[in-house]
């Protein structure tokens, strides 16, 4: 599966973002979706993990209640929804797509990477 993520940008301390994801292929519901994220000369970090129904997420402790991830399996499409965005959170976001069989929070998990949107939320 190919994935093309967008919807980063520029944004003030406080504000919100919905970044997407959307995929190609015709067996885009088989996949468990994550999204991760890397700031400059960190490492890549987990942000937050779906099911292949949607049924199931999980989040890192660093925006958990702050984001959400969705997806529309008729879209192709996984959503973070991204409120109450901190200086820290800025980073390039990367969706992923894995056929573990659980949710992952680690990188080597997922099997397809997207290209990546910068998201700069500026204090």
């Known amino acids: 599966v190919q994935l093309q993520a967008s919807g980063g940008g520029l944004v003030q301390a406080g504000d919100s973002l919905r970044l997407s994801c959307v995929a190609s292929g015709r067996t885009f519901s088989s996949y468990r979706l994550g999204w991760f994220r890397q700031a400059p000369e960190k490492e890549r970090e987990f942000v937050a993990a779906i099911n292949r129904s949607g049924s199931a997420k999980d989040y890192a402790d660093s925006v958990k209640g702050r984001s959400t991830i969705s997806r529309d399996n008729a879209k192709n499409t996984v959503y973070l929804q991204m409120n109450s965005l901190k200086p820290e959170d800025t980073a390039v976001y990367y969706c992923?797509?894995?056929?573990?069989?659980?949710?992952?929070?680690?990188?080597?998990?997922?099997?397809?990477w997207g290209q990546g949107t910068q998201v700069t939320v500026s204090s």
């Open positions: 992923a797509a894995s056929t573990y069989y659980r949710n992952s929070v680690y990188a080597r998990d997922y099997n397809s």
